[in-house]
DNA sequence: GGTTTTTCGTTGCATTTGCAATGTATAATC
DNA sequence: GATTATACATTGCAAATGCAACGAAAAACC
């Protein structure tokens, strides 16, 4: 198993040896593959489970009435899905499928659903651990609401560039989006994001060039 | 303190007297005052508590440079803010006010942070619901995520109406909102909100009166 | 190195929505 | 009951954006 994937996963960032193996058996880990196409959990269902991708692509989505498949997440290696719905067990709204041949480890909350009368060290360390990480999902999406609330895409986009700024690399941004993602994570049209970026660069604002911006 | 606005809160909801006690000060909750106008937290300050409206209203937001306020939760008394910051011990981006005289039960995580060597059973049960707490948000959080990704008004108030329409009661539903919170919620306009509300029962797709509104 | 595929930018057009001004109904206050 | 305030609806107009079709550049593949 790949663990430099398990590392960029707070659950398992910088555990030893023997506390990863004993983190995996906490959490009832296990690795299973995904064909393209197939469905991990089904609308309806309670979500028993939730997931750390190792490879591939996993796709979170509802069907509305229409047919219409709404995209909730895109799930790439080193993130995890469905921690929400599973912590809680909660028949779930949402669909899970392979958009890629896959590799996910599985993973369930048995153990912090229902702690051990005197649970030890490790255990509670890992509670802690799934707790920071909602709380840190809470966070990005609050980011994400933050952007999608704006009206006009000019706004989106400098809300987007400030909140990946950081206090040293002074206006120099490196965004881990193709510019098709980027789109749909600020919710607009890819043309209609082209032709805004362009229109930034020719006022002024931002020097962009492919996902590397400056904000000026 | 008002017994009936605790249990709106997954925190305390259920508790015996005792527990309760006890609960409040696991969190070390203190009730304080504020007046209208009155800020809470500064942006660029670690948040190193979270708090539950008791009465009034607390007010999160950012101001960019613009000067522009950008609200991103009115809380109103039974509901909570900044957990997440909290828990992660966060340089905070926001700054929290209250827009009108408020009493705000004041709370911090240090003994979920620190937890004692050998919790007791109830330490484990808070810690359980503050971490409930946080997965029932990101669940919450989703719903207005899928509601904002929609292009249309149309669609936003559909997707709202649909999120809010449980199975027993057909197509009938009653929102929590005036039209104007209803508006800001989805992101849009109020003259547009009402025109496209209009627009659908001309269109024969639903008929409203007030907040209650009832899908064809 | 050439071909194919993917990604991104450009542009015309139709539509939607924001905005502002104003109207109307309902509730609150005196 | 009259007055004021508040919440919601209506509408004309301008601006922003979605959409679609296409072009260019870059990347991937053979």
Redesign the interface.
């Known amino acids: 198993m790949n663990r430099s994937i398990l590392n960029k996963c707070v659950l398992f960032e910088g555990l030893s040896e023997g506390s990863l193996e004993y983190a995996l058996d906490f959490f009832n880990a296990q690795e299973k593959q995904y064909k393209k196409g197939w469905q991990l959990h089904h609308e309806g269902d309670v979500m028993r489970n939730f997931g750390l991708v190792l490879s591939g692509q996993i796709q979170v989505f509802?069907d509305?009435f229409d047919g219409n498949r709404?995209i909730?997440a895109n799930v790439t290696p080193g993130t995890t899905f469905a921690?929400?719905?599973c912590?809680?067990k909660?028949i779930s709204p949402v669909n899970i499928e392979a958009v890629l041949d896959s590799t996910v480890l599985v993973m369930n909350t048995d153990r912090?659903?229902s702690?051990s009368?005197?649970?030890s060290?490790m255990d509670?360390q890992l509670?802690?651990r799934?707790?920071?990480m909602?709380?840190?999902?809470?966070?990005s999406?609050?980011d994400?609401?933050?952007i999608?609330?704006k009206?006009s895409i000019r706004e989106k986009v400098i809300?987007l560039l400030?909140q990946h700024s950081s206090r040293e690399s002074k206006g120099l941004v490196r965004l881990p989006f193709s510019r098709e993602a980027m789109a749909r994570y600020l919710?607009v049209n890819q043309s209609a994001l082209s032709r805004e970026l362009s229109n930034m660069a020719k006022d002024g604002i931002i020097e962009f060039k492919g996902s590397s911006f400056h904000i000026l």
Chains 1, 2 share one sequence.
């Open positions: 509802m509305d709404m909730m921690e929400s719905l912590y809680l909660r912090l659903n702690p009368a005197s649970p060290q509670l509670a802690g799934f707790t920071a909602l709380a840190g999902r809470a966070l999406m609050n994400r609401i933050q999608l609330s009206q809300t400030s919710g």
